[in-house]
């Protein structure tokens, strides 16, 4: 099989063990099934990993607010 070196800003080791499983389960499942599955499922992730829970309407997600401070002077 042939390797590759994808060369990016990976910050998976800021999620926690599990999380990191589920990506990791969520590689191997894509890659067990068909290619037209597997671009279903990335337009799915895609949107996901676009969203702003600061202002996107998520369902089963209620917005995060932002604590701005106003600064005197």
Not at 29 to 51: D, F, G, T
Not at 59 to 70: I, Q, V
């Amino acid at each position: 099989m042939p390797k590759h070196i994808i060369a990016m800003n990976c910050r998976i080791n800021e999620l926690t063990e599990s999380h990191q499983v589920t990506i990791v389960h969520l590689i191997n499942h894509l890659a067990s099934h068909s290619y037209i599955y597997q671009v279903h499922a990335m337009n799915r992730i895609e949107k996901i990993s676009n969203e702003n829970p600061y202002c996107d309407d998520i369902p089963g997600f209620e917005k995060l607010t932002m604590n701005l401070e106003e600064e005197d002077g």
